[in-house]
């Protein structure tokens, strides 16, 4: 079965600060991976995903994220952070030819200082 | 572009009465439809999703169904609501054989 690991619970950082959210999957094949920010009170929306090719994809407000199969990893990064990105952010794991599709982390909230 | 739309909003309802929540697609044919259920401070639980007219699968036993009447149309049921049943519902879809998935709004549900 496949699951998602979000280790930080909560991040803090400042204004300006580089970011870089953790995420660990599992998963017995090549895996279709999302992220998603919800803000509070609203759906989820897309940030970026990785379904096969280039192993760094770009995504929506400047983030990125880097697939690294050695590690089972989908870690999210932004080089520097913007008060509006304060929001919870869900790393999510997709079973290709499912429709069933996908599992969700358990979240990472981020807090960002003026 | 596609739309989901989520109603109502907000809810609060006592325990023991009826529930409905519904979610409409617009702007593609034939979605598959997800409901999940969010509680405080949780992340997101899978409840049932759709992957054509009439075919629901359930993936947590609880007094929650699910039908789908129509091509865009997948609506969230109970006959009597549970304390427990309180969070925040969410709808999304999909294209059929697609990745992402694309969320509603959600309803925030109180059972009182």
């Known amino acids: 079965a496949q699951s998602v690991t979000q280790p930080d619970i909560h991040i803090t950082v400042s204004e300006g600060a580089s970011l870089e959210l953790r995420c660990n999957y599992s998963?017995?094949?090549?895996?279709?991976l999302f992220w998603y920010v919800q803000s509070p009170g609203q759906g989820l929306q897309l940030l970026l995903k990785?379904?096969?090719?280039?192993?760094l994809v770009q995504g929506i407000k400047g983030f990125e994220a880097e697939f690294k199969r050695s590690q089972s990893s989908f870690n999210l990064r932004k080089p520097s952070v913007h008060w509006s990105d304060a929001a919870e952010y869900f790393c999510?794991?997709?079973?290709?030819?499912?429709?069933?599709?996908?599992?969700f982390g358990s979240g990472t909230q981020l807090t960002v200082l003026p | 572009s596609q739309t989901i739309h989520q109603w109502p909003a907000t809810l609060v309802q006592p325990v023991g009465s009826p529930l409905s929540l519904e979610c409409t697609v617009e702007?593609?044919?034939?979605?598959?439809l997800y409901w999940y259920r969010q509680a405080a401070g949780r992340g997101l639980q899978l409840l049932f999703y759709?992957?054509?007219?009439?075919?629901i699968s359930s993936e947590v036993p609880q007094n929650l169904s699910a039908s789908r009447p129509q091509d865009r149309q997948f609506i969230l049921s109970s006959k009597k609501l549970l304390l427990s049943d309180s969070g925040f519902y969410l709808c999304?879809?999909?294209?059929?054989?697609?990745?992402?998935?694309?969320f509603g709004p959600g309803t925030r549900l109180t059972v009182t």
């Open positions: 999304a879809w999909r294209t059929t054989g697609g990745g992402e998935q694309y």
């Open positions: 702007g593609t044919s034939n979605p598959n």
């Open positions: 990785y379904f096969s090719g280039d192993t």
């Open positions: 759709s992957v054509g007219i009439g075919q």
């Open positions: 999510a794991v997709g079973a290709t030819g499912s429709a069933r599709q996908l599992t």
């Open positions: 998963y017995g094949a090549t895996p279709y």
